[in-house]
């Protein structure tokens, strides 16, 4: 069961919004996972692993203050193990991820994101078609 939680919806949006405007501003760099972690070998990790660490802290910083736990899978955890590593093709393929072409891209109106955008989201609108209704 899923409810409308729109305070919460917004000051997460906010969040991101802050995070990648602080990144960009003080760092020069764009918010984007994939580009993230995938630069974490250069001699620049130390901002990488600062700002994936501050992600995980701040995720369960929010489940320890709303007295929240982490929900089930809804899923087989190989079938999930798939879906991750397919995610992680679509992002080389995609040159960057959904974080990266969705807040930061289309934030610079960029041409290559709003592509990316829309077709991240035809295909997953199109995955939970064929996972709820055909297969």
Not at 27 to 39: C, E, H
Not at 43 to 70: E, K, P
Not at 78 to 96: D, E, K, N, P, Y
Request: charged letters at 10%; glycine letters at 18%.
């Amino acid at each position: 069961m899923t409810s409308f939680t729109p305070i919460s919806g917004l000051a997460g949006g906010l969040l991101i919004g802050l995070s990648a405007t602080l990144l960009l501003w003080g760092n020069g760099r764009i918010v984007g996972i994939s580009g993230i972690i995938g630069g974490i070998r250069r001699g620049d990790a130390l901002w990488r692993l600062g700002f994936l660490v501050a992600m995980g802290v701040g995720g369960m910083t929010v489940l320890w203050i709303s007295d929240a736990s982490l929900p089930a899978p809804a899923s087989d955890p190989l079938l999930l193990i798939i879906a991750g590593l397919l995610v992680g093709v679509g992002t080389r393929l995609g040159s960057g991820c959904t974080s990266g072409h969705g807040v930061c891209g289309l934030a610079r109106l960029s041409l290559r994101s709003l592509v990316a955008v829309v077709v991240f989201m035809a295909v997953a609108m199109a995955t939970v078609f064929i996972v709820r209704h055909v297969i």
